[in-house]
């Protein structure tokens, strides 16, 4: 199945704003939105957004997700230590009737 | 608190098969769908297939006809038989509830003779 696309790092300094963006087509990013997740080295992801981008509890509001046409984007304000992590998204793909995935995108913090 | 608990990977051989579980706690599986994505070595997140609440699966086209999803609703419990497992299936297999909150701490499976 065909993924979403997400450039492979980003590397943006500390307490600074990093944009990570993720490019679908109408039948996934642009029909129903995406789901936004984080991953530490050796853990399990971790939900940041939902499709609708509202915040699951607990996630810090320093996150925040939109999209525009087929296109989703994570901003992270006030970038920490913290937040030096594998960041992928995902969307339900109406045509192929299955969940895509972006390659990921590595953000550092320097 | 919700949870899940993947267990039953380990190494077996290519043509083999292995029966992996996904106990979930704090919630039904019934009361929202329910994933596996699985993460090969060193790779991105690849969603493996889906069960949703009346019971109809879905499956990426690299497992289709090899893997199969079913669940015991009186023990919460989700199960993924992979049969003729190939190299290309070694991989941290992980369940996931709904729009993936939450995830297991997943189950490696190593295919490998």
């Known amino acids: 199945q065909a993924g979403l696309t997400q450039p492979p790092s980003v590397s943006k300094d500390l307490r600074q704003t990093a944009t990570l963006t993720c490019t679908g087509n109408?039948?996934?990013?642009?029909?129903?939105?995406v789901a936004w997740l984080q991953q530490h080295q050796g853990h399990p992801p971790k939900v940041l957004s939902y499709?609708?981008?509202n915040r699951p509890s607990g996630i810090s509001e320093r996150f925040s997700a939109s999209r525009s046409g087929n296109t989703a984007s994570l901003t992270i304000t006030g970038l920490q230590p913290e937040d030096e992590a594998d960041y992928y998204c995902?969307?339900?793909?109406?045509?192929?009737?299955?969940?895509?995935f972006g390659g990921g995108t590595k953000l550092t913090v320097l | 608190e919700m949870q899940l608990v993947e267990s039953g990977g380990g190494l077996i051989q290519p043509g083999g098969s292995l029966r992996l579980s996904c106990a979930a706690s704090?919630?039904?599986?019934?009361?929202?769908?329910m994933n596996w994505v699985r993460q090969a070595p060193g790779k991105g997140l690849e969603w493996v297939s889906i069960?949703?609440?009346?019971?109809?699966?879905y499956y990426a086209d690299s497992v289709k006809g090899r893997f199969t999803l079913s669940r015991d609703t009186s023990r919460d419990t989700l199960f993924l038989q992979m049969n003729s497992l190939r190299a290309e299936d070694t991989a941290v297999y992980y369940c996931?509830?709904?729009?993936?909150?939450?995830w297991g701490q997943g189950t490696r499976v190593i295919v490998s003779s």
């Open positions: 499709r609708n981008n």
């Open positions: 069960i949703f609440n009346d019971g109809t699966t």
């Open positions: 109408s039948n996934n990013v642009g029909n129903e939105g």
């Open positions: 996931t509830r709904g729009e993936f909150d939450p």
């Open positions: 704090g919630f039904s599986v019934t009361s929202s769908f």
């Open positions: 995902s969307a339900w793909d109406t045509s192929l009737i299955a969940w895509v």
